[in-house]
């Protein structure tokens, strides 16, 4: 898990986050939530005793998905606020990926 972190850090530090004309998210924010689907169904189809993967599944969490969240805020606090705004929603409501948090709210 040392070396998921790891690796984690390192692609979210080299990610270019370029905000597009259509205030999407940004590219390396999407490419970032299909690899954390992967991993969550990984886990979803593994027979880890839930207790576990609860734990697991906060931690990869916090490395595979928050720090991308906190490039898009930081990207956005040069744009005007209606701007911030509607590329933050953008960013969120992605985030929302079916499943994310079944299984660390069970």
Same mark, same amino acid.
């Given at each position: 898990m040392?070396?998921?972190?790891?690796?984690m850090?390192?692609k979210?530090q080299t990610a270019a986050?370029?905000?597009?004309?259509?205030l999407?998210p940004?590219?390396?924010?999407?490419?970032?939530?299909?690899?954390?689907?992967?991993?969550?169904?990984? =886990?979803e189809?593994s027979?880890t005793?839930?207790?576990?993967?609860?734990?697991?599944?906060?931690?990869?969490?916090?490395?595979?998905?928050?720090? =991308?969240?906190?490039?898009?805020e930081?990207?956005a606090?040069?744009?005007?606020?209606?701007?911030?705004?509607?590329?933050?929603? *953008?960013c =969120?409501?992605i985030?929302k990926?079916? *499943?994310?948090?079944?299984?660390? *709210?069970?």
């Open positions: 040392r070396q998921f972190h790891l690796v850090a390192e979210t986050f370029v905000i597009d004309d259509d999407g940004p590219a390396a924010f999407l490419d970032a939530i299909v690899d954390l689907r992967v991993i969550l169904g990984a =886990y189809s027979l005793p839930l207790a576990q993967a609860s734990s697991e599944i906060s931690t990869v969490l916090e490395s595979a998905l928050h720090p =991308y969240l906190q490039r898009c930081l990207v606090t040069s744009l005007p606020k209606l701007t911030r705004c509607t590329l933050l929603f *953008n =969120y409501d985030a990926v079916p *499943n994310l948090f079944v299984v660390v *709210n069970q």
